[in-house]
């Protein structure tokens, strides 16, 4: 069965300056009429039922009232929230201000949906200031120790784009580097990005090819069908065995089958079940989510999602306007 979400738009972020995210209803957000990115541009109506509006050095001293994984999410969220308001003000020529623990408001009604506000923001270029990106490494650091993430590979690449002086356009597209995504954001973004390329440009799998030049991918848990859930890796192999599709043993192969496993898992999930006579109900507690989707698939691959980034960085492709 086609996951139908997958392949809708996602509703366009008010403010361009501020990752989208494509799986949120709302985003929940109220602002106060202060020097601050946002009212520097067109003011959201408030959300109902807000909780949570306070400075980030609060919301870091509190997050005894999330769990680990919504603490973890919402870090994720406000550091892409950060890296859109510096990046907007960047564009406006203000790239010095103070950003700190104490001028930075967290606010919104879930991990989800966070967003911050920044204070005090210069109305010019003030070079006696500080960097602003200077400040956000810092902040940065300061959020990803508080959840420990878990994928070095992906801390590794986003410091070390952090610490060089990256142009503004790339600094931009950090809001979508793997490290700061959810598992279903993966799957959203992948599947959008591979369609946009596909689309808009022809011949891009050998380029992929050359530029991204891994080679000796292993297929070989996903043909023998003996890893995750019994049902899911059985659907796995017969995706990876579906006729008239090849996956070579490298970088561009790992795309192809990340991507059409997300479309086409749980079809065959559901075909297997009804050749079984399961009742409904059955076949749908068998379906995977999207997240279960992804979370397996970067096990089989976990340089997936991080290859196609670099790919977008390389082709200079904006992925906010590709994919909302």
Not at 144 to 163: I, N, R, Y
């Amino acid at each position: 069965m086609a996951n139908k979400k997958l392949a809708s738009k996602k509703k366009k972020s008010r403010n361009k300056s501020t990752r989208a995210n494509p799986l949120s209803a709302e985003t929940g957000a109220a602002y106060v009429a202060s020097p601050s990115v946002a009212n520097t541009t067109a003011t959201p109506a408030p959300a109902q039922g807000l909780y949570a509006r306070c400075l980030l050095k609060e919301y870091l001293k509190n997050y005894y009232q999330w769990d680990d994984e919504q603490f973890k999410r919402g870090g994720q969220v406000i550091i892409g929230s950060l890296v859109g308001k510096v990046a907007y003000l960047g564009s406006k020529g203000i790239t010095h201000g103070r950003l700190t623990c104490e001028n930075i408001f967290v606010i919104g009604n879930g991990p989800e949906n966070l967003e911050v506000e920044i204070k005090d923001i210069p109305r010019a270029y003030n070079p006696a200031m500080p960097s602003y990106r200077e400040q956000f490494l810092t902040l940065a650091r300061l959020l990803v120790d508080t959840w420990k993430a878990t994928s070095p590979m992906l801390l590794k690449h986003f410091f070390k784009m952090m610490e060089y002086c990256i142009p503004w356009f790339y600094f931009k597209q950090v809001q979508w580097h793997p490290l700061l995504l959810s598992s279903d954001e993966v799957a959203v973004v992948i599947f959008r990005l591979y369609t946009y390329l596909d689309i808009e440009r022809k011949g891009w799998k050998k380029d992929y090819k050359n530029l991204i030049g891994r080679k000796k991918v292993d297929f070989g848990d996903i043909t023998s069908g003996t890893s995750g859930t019994s049902r899911g890796a059985f659907a796995f192999a017969k995706v990876y065995s579906y006729p008239g599709v090849i996956y070579e043993p490298n970088a561009l192969g790992a795309l192809m089958f990340f991507r059409h496993a997300l479309k086409h898992v749980n079809e065959h999930i559901q075909e297997d079940l009804k050749k079984e006579n399961a009742k409904q109900e059955e076949i749908e507690d068998a379906l995977l989510t999207r997240g279960e989707t992804v979370n397996m698939l970067v096990q089989f691959f976990p340089k997936v999602p991080l290859e196609l980034f670099n790919y977008m960085l390389y082709k200079r492709i904006d992925i906010n306007t590709t994919i909302t």
